[in-house]
């Protein structure tokens, strides 16, 4: 059962205009949330993380928005850049007893800037 | 970035062979993470490693054999591997615990298993 999903393989937008990564949860343990980027041949980079307290953190060009009653998360990349074309992953991990940070992730959408 | 290193980047192994997989962090951290990435898979997680010690197993098959001899080093070993079992392998690192830890990740080896 995949606790963690990302229901659109890819995603394409144009190069200047908004792209939004979206994501969905079933775990309402999880309580902590991460996006990380993957490009070809290489390991996934961290991108940005919210914690359940939160609802919206931002960093530069990045906003991750988090709705805990419908459990989506989103990213909102703005502007698109070229550079942005990667896999994004988002991840999630829940309060335990096992203290293990241990991370749970989606499958990937696949996303095209096109110039 | 060099936070979080794997060697060999590439490997092509017979099923008879016996190989390892190196990861190796700077970063000061003390948990440390096999995960395994299979074509249209999410990212799925083999062991996890705190403070030198396995605290978890998520059910992976005895020929996959991992060892931590320090909180910088990380290793996993090969031994009569299947086709199957070809995929890209990535170790993670974090300061371990509950909830809030981000996790770096190396580059990942690409093994193929002839």
């Known amino acids: 059962d995949q606790q963690v999903k990302q229901n659109s393989p890819s995603l394409s937008v144009q190069e200047g205009r908004i792209s939004i990564l979206n994501c969905d949860y079933t775990?309402?343990?999880?309580?902590?949330f991460l996006w990380y980027k993957k490009y070809p041949a290489e390991g996934p980079t961290f991108l940005i993380s919210?914690?359940?307290?939160?609802d919206k953190n931002e960093d530069g060009r990045f906003t991750v928005f988090l709705n805990k009653s419908a459990k989506h998360l989103s990213l909102h990349i703005v502007p698109s850049q070229p550079g942005d074309s990667a896999v994004y992953f988002c991840?999630?991990?829940?309060?335990?007893?096992?203290?293990?940070?241990?991370?749970?992730f989606g499958q990937g959408t696949t996303l095209q800037v096109k110039p | 970035e060099t936070g979080v290193t794997q060697t060999p980047r590439h490997l092509v192994m017979g099923m008879t062979n016996k190989k390892s997989l190196k990861c190796e962090q700077h970063?000061?951290?003390?948990?440390m993470y096999w995960y395994k990435q299979s074509a249209k898979k999410p990212l799925e997680l083999m062991f996890v490693?705190?403070?030198?010690?396995?605290?978890e197993n998520n059910s992976v098959p005895s020929r996959f054999s991992p060892e931590c001899p320090n909180s910088s080093h990380l290793f996993l070993h090969l031994h009569t591997l299947q086709p199957e079992d070809s995929a890209l392998y990535l170790c993670?690192?974090?300061?371990?615990?509950?909830?809030?830890?981000?996790?770096?990740f190396g580059p990942g080896t690409r093994l193929t298993v002839l």
């Open positions: 993670a690192s974090g300061r371990g615990g509950v909830g809030t830890d981000t996790q770096y």
């Open positions: 775990n309402s343990m999880f309580d902590y």
């Open positions: 919210i914690s359940s307290i939160k």
């Open positions: 991840a999630a991990s829940a309060k335990g007893s096992s203290n293990t940070g241990k991370l749970i």
């Open positions: 970063l000061g951290h003390n948990a």
């Open positions: 490693y705190s403070l030198e010690e396995r605290v």
